[in-house]
């Protein structure tokens, strides 16, 4: 789930915001301080959380700062430029602009990019970049011309990657689109031509990238009110080539298409988005957060005062214009999941933002994936393979993946698992399989911080594995008390002994409920049991299938019963437990065992445990007998002999222990009166059917006296 804060207001010194904004808001090297550059002569550096500004540096009169200021953060100095071609650098004592470090360059700047772990990097507007040292030791260097006549650079952003700049910039010429990647360690330019896909056109007004080891995101916000997704590779094959990508579309109309102005993108994290823009076309400006990974509006704001259409994000700050003032909106961004993306979790919600529930078809959603974390990419990438201009991702091999297992980060062997997994399987797959579990786990006994667990639900999903395949993966899972991966376990091997099933039925007792509560499993196997219906006719004594809880049918315990009847009619109409510890405890009784192998282990459950387990068996019998059918509602629900044969199972294992315990008393009692009232049912169905034999009977001897017949005996 997704929520915005309480807005705050960045006054003090006036902003000259011009009709197209501001030029930029850049981080400084302190977390809370930032670089505001307006469209005129002065540059401020705001203190966010005291609202106010810490210095302000101006231009003379006559010159226009035309390049956002930014931070060296390997000299802790400024870097502005003005005019396009006249760059200077200061620092916090300075306080004239025009008494600082100046040098005249041979060409217009388009953008100067700081990031930390690098020098600053000058991009200029013929296309070509330079770093800021090399640049100082000669300005008037000679500068290479890269783009073509009449092509400009719309966006810019660089990235870290694998310790190495890189750099994109998107251009337009005569409505085509075109996306170059510098990277600086191999010191290649590479060129994309961006394809829409479609047969109409549509005008990008916003950009906005994340980056992996192998791939850049490109988002794009159109003039269509929709934004599309291009995967452009970071180091490609062959960079001296112009290549071609394809958009593809991520969400469809989050804003107005009559907007064509106000309107930004910016990513916050792998699954959430940020949208400033109209949401329809009578309406007002809105900041709003998506869902990409399940296409659901999480959070919005309105502004009434109106945008410049520019948004900037930092440290979970996203800074634009309201009015004439610089607002600062911070924002939370939870883990992503269906629950949190339909608003089902619980979460703390500001009075000044409000949640907009957004529903979707999910049949016709284009690219919606429920699986696994990064399905939608992946099915977006299996659709651009589709095209014969676009570039193939490149999904590692067997061995590649082993040999990333061994050394890499836990979310770069996801991502490439994934990728993996998306491809078409092959004879060996399960062997294959086999050996990213055994390299996954090796990993994890050597670095105890180690656990991917999300790898590993990956691969359990595959329908390939068993428990005698990978033992070791099921005493991973009981060993971090991983509630969610021993419920797949359950469900999807076959052969789990009978000690293991026993040691997760252990843990699924014990877990605490808070625990529970932050952990996602799957409850398909729950209903609402709550069915007021039905409990007003057991407080009526109605009796179903054979069994009224008021009935005297037994002689010796009736009176305590009768005594404590308002007491026996909440045990009825209430779950024991929690719908999660039920889903759990539901995976129990689908699990294959043996009666002899099972009953040893069952003997060493805590007796208040036991109790918790038999009442939930209980209470499922009780639902049982409320329904005609003598079954469950729901998806996969525990059925009859399977509640009955664990009960039986836990009695026979834990008797002596059960009789000693007072609070088992009332229980005992209840399960005798069931069985006994159901061997009064079925009695009196056996006199039912032989009454209708002989019956039968009868009919055939009268007929065979009438009537010449030929009777016809089938052997099977």
């Excluded at 993108?265 to 400033?276: E, P, R, T």
């Excluded at 005297?552 to 024991?576: F, G, V």
């Excluded at 056996?686 to 030929?710: A, G, P």
Aim: charged share 20%; with cysteine.
């Amino acid at each position: 789930m997704a929520a915005l804060e309480e807005e705050i207001t960045l006054s003090g010194v006036p902003l000259g915001a011009g009709p197209d904004g501001l030029l930029g808001v850049e981080p400084s090297e302190r977390a809370d301080q930032f670089l505001v550059t307006d469209s005129g002569r002065t540059v401020i550096l705001y203190k966010v959380s005291d609202q106010k500004p810490l210095g302000s540096w101006s231009v003379k009169q006559g010159q226009i700062i035309t390049c956002p200021a930014v931070c060296n953060f390997q000299t802790g100095e400024y870097i502005v430029v003005h005019d396009d071609k006249v760059l200077r650098i200061w620092n916090n004592e300075d306080v004239n602009l025009d008494k600082v470090f100046k040098a005249t360059l041979s060409a217009e700047v388009y953008r100067i990019h700081s990031i930390q772990g690098t020098e600053p990097l000058v991009l200029f507007k013929a296309g070509a970049v330079r770093g800021l040292e090399a640049l100082l030791a000669e300005p008037q260097q000679k500068i290479e011309t890269v783009l073509t006549d009449g092509e400009v650079i719309k966006w810019t952003k660089v990235f870290m990657v694998f310790k190495h700049p890189v750099l994109i910039f998107i251009t337009e010429k005569d409505g085509n689109y075109f996306a170059y990647v510098q990277t600086f360690n191999s010191c290649n330019l590479s060129k994309y031509t961006l394809l829409s896909g479609q047969k109409e056109k549509s005008v990008m007004q916003s950009f906005t990238a994340s980056v992996d080891r192998k791939f850049i995101s490109l988002k794009s916000l159109n003039s269509d009110g929709g934004i599309y997704e291009t995967l452009i590779p970071t180091y490609p094959s062959d960079p001296d080539r112009n290549k071609m990508v394809v958009k593809s579309l991520l969400l469809k109309a989050v804003v107005s298409g009559n907007a064509r102005n106000g309107v930004a993108v910016s990513i916050l994290d792998q699954n959430h988005i940020a949208v400033l823009g109209t949401p329809l076309p009578a309406s007002k400006e809105c900041l709003s957060i998506w869902n990409i990974r399940f296409q659901t509006l999480q959070a919005s704001k309105q502004l009434p005062q109106g945008t410049s259409g520019q948004l900037w994000y930092y440290a979970e700050n996203l800074f634009m214009l309201h009015g004439k003032f610089l607002t600062v909106i911070p924002y939370k961004c939870e883990v992503s999941s269906l629950a949190g993306a339909l608003g089902k979790l619980k979460h703390t919600q500001d009075p000044g933002a409000h949640t907009v529930p957004h529903f979707v078809n999910w049949d016709t959603s284009h690219g919606c994936g429920l699986g696994s974390q990064n399905s939608e990419q992946s099915r977006r990438i299996l659709r651009t393979r589709k095209v014969e201009v676009s570039v193939q991702p490149e999904v590692l091999t067997s061995k590649q993946l082993l040999s990333a297992i061994k050394n890499d980060s836990e979310k770069h062997i996801e991502v490439e698992l994934r990728k993996f997994l998306a491809i078409k399987r092959t004879s060996d797959f399960h062997t294959i399989i086999e050996d990213i579990v055994t390299g996954l786990l090796g990993r994890c006994k050597i670095e105890p911080s180690f656990y991917p667990r999300n790898c590993l639900m990956q691969v359990i999903q595959t329908c390939v594995l068993s428990y005698s395949l990978c033992p070791e993966l099921v005493e991973v899972a009981l060993e971090k008390a991983d509630v969610q991966m021993l419920q797949l376990c359950l469900q999807q091997f076959p052969d789990i002994p009978e000690s293991v099933t026993c040691a997760c039925l252990k843990i699924f007792l014990s877990i605490g409920d808070d625990s529970l509560q932050e952990t996602d499993i799957n409850t398909e196997s729950v209903c609402n049991y709550s069915d007021t219906v039905q409990d007003e006719k057991m407080e009526e004594q109605i009796i179903q299938n054979g069994f009224n809880p008021e009935e005297d049918n037994c002689n010796n315990c009736d009176k305590e019963l009768n005594e404590k009847s308002q007491d026996t009619a909440e045990e009825t109409t209430s779950c024991p437990v929690t719908p999660k510890r039920a889903a759990l405890l539901n995976a129990i009784l689908h699990s294959a065992y043996s009666e002899i192998f099972l009953l040893p282990h069952l003997k060493d459950i805590p007796a208040q445990h036991l109790m918790l387990f038999l009442q939930y068996l209980y209470f499922l019998y009780l639902k049982c007998s409320q329904n005609a059918t003598m079954t469950l509602p729901g998806i996969h629900p525990p059925t009859l002999n399977q509640i009955m044969d664990w009960i039986c199972l836990l009695l026979d294992a834990n008797f002596t222990v059960v009789v000693m315990i007072p609070e088992a008393k009332r229980l005992l009692i209840n399960l005798y009166k069931f069985v006994k009232s159901q061997i009064s049912v079925y009695s009196e169905l056996n006199k039912i059917e032989v009454s209708f034999r002989e019956l039968q009977k009868l009919n055939q001897e009268k007929n065979n006296r009438e009537l010449y017949s030929i009777e016809v005996l089938e052997l099977f």
